[in-house]
């Protein structure tokens, strides 16, 4: 039979695995009697750890929650996956969508755990190098009062008004069915007034968060980034939680940036003939695009987009000449792109830039 101390390790350790615990079970793990495991339970409880009991046919224990945060255990594999989290967080708290303030946190969190390990971990953990890498353009960090801010406002299900920014250029703003309708400008030389929604969800993807809600102005969904986002204080009312298209609001975040409208289809899809080899083009259009080849170096080219203007600007980045098949939107705004560079070139002549 096990020291005592290694045997109430062990049930701590048995207990932080899983909810409930028969009995019997607990007693066969540890190789003891229930007697046994009653009276290790009650010393775990002197100590501190909110062992509950669990009534039923087999009886049971769970470890509850406490006021207080007790000694914890983890096995070599637990402690070395949250070694290597705390480090990740450590390394780029705002690329990886963390609040700020939490890279410090993890520091130490970081040096508290290493100092706790054994020799053999400490090295395993010490050969683990992460590396963050920067997605493109930058990250603001959002403050973790915003983001506990519309946590409160998910939680409790009442209605939240907020003030936003206006979106940049980058197409990270609010997101509705076409594309950005972020309303800039609809309150006047007073700046537009406060949004008002049923916040849902808060979703992280690219290195930012962003609150999914259903806009109670617009009547449809939409999603705002976190760190554009100042929230004033909580008055309800209270709604009925609606579910998201496709019920996964992850995935709807992720198809919205991709060009789904939340129902499944692009809401911008058009068809050009594109003077280059097919082969040149499929590493470059995603997984949403399609290519079909006519030739050694014509290929036909389906994409979609957010909008019309992004589109072209996706197929004029082939540089290769093209026609457009289709449909007349999508050759409306490559004639719009071409007046806008023309216009560029005409007005650097002008300024007599060389």
């Known amino acids: 039979m096990q020291k005592t101390s290694v045997r109430l390790l062990t049930l701590l350790s048995l ?14 793990r540890l190789d003891v009697s229930p007697r046994t495991v009653r009276r290790d339970v009650d010393r775990l409880r002197e100590l501190g750890y909110p062992v509950a009991t669990v009534k039923g046919p087999d009886g049971g224990y769970r470890l509850d929650p406490g006021t207080e945060l007790p000694p914890l ?31 410090e ?3 130490r969190a970081l040096h508290t755990v290493r100092r706790l390990l054994p020799a053999r971990l400490r090295r395993r953990i010490d050969t683990l190098e992460v590396a963050v890498a920067e997605a493109p353009g930058e990250r603001p960090p959002v403050d973790g009062s915003v983001l506990a801010a519309l946590g409160s406002a998910v939680h409790a299900r009442e209605v939240l008004r907020f003030d936003y920014a ?28 406060p949004r008002r929604v049923e916040p849902h969800h808060l979703v992280a993807r690219g290195g930012r968060w962003y609150l999914l809600a259903w806009d109670l102005d617009r009547g449809d969904w939409r999603t705002f980034r976190a760190d554009r986002i100042t929230p004033r204080p909580l008055t309800g009312p209270r709604f009925t939680p609606r579910e998201p298209p496709g019920g996964d609001a992850g995935a709807f975040v992720a198809a919205r940036f991709r060009g789904a409208d939340g129902t499944g289809g692009p809401p911008c899809r058009g068809e050009v003939l594109l003077d280059l080899p097919a082969a040149a083009v499929v590493p470059y259009i995603g997984g949403d695009g399609v290519v079909e080849a006519l030739g050694p170096d014509r290929c036909r080219l389906v994409l979609h987009s957010w909008s019309w203007t992004a589109l072209a600007a996706a197929v004029g980045r082939f540089d290769a000449g093209f026609e457009v098949v289709g449909p007349a939107e999508l050759a409306d705004a490559c004639a719009r792109l071409a007046d806008r560079y023309a216009a560029a070139v005409s007005r650097r002549r002008a300024g007599g830039t060389p």
Not at 15 to 28: N, S, T, V
Not at 176 to 181: D, K, P
Not at 183 to 191: D, I, N, Q, R
């Open 15 to 28: 207990l932080q695995a899983r909810r409930d615990w028969p009995g019997a079970l607990l007693a066969e």
């Open 105 to 107: 946190d993890a520091v």
């Open 73 to 103: 255990r983890f096995d070599d594999g637990q402690a070395v996956a949250l070694a290597l989290a705390l480090r990740t967080a450590a390394a780029d708290a705002s690329g990886a969508g963390v609040p700020s303030g939490v890279a």
């Open 166 to 193: 206006a979106p940049d250029r980058d197409g990270g703003g609010d997101r509705g069915g076409g594309g950005n309708s972020g309303g800039h400008g609809e309150g006047g030389p007073l700046g537009p007034p």
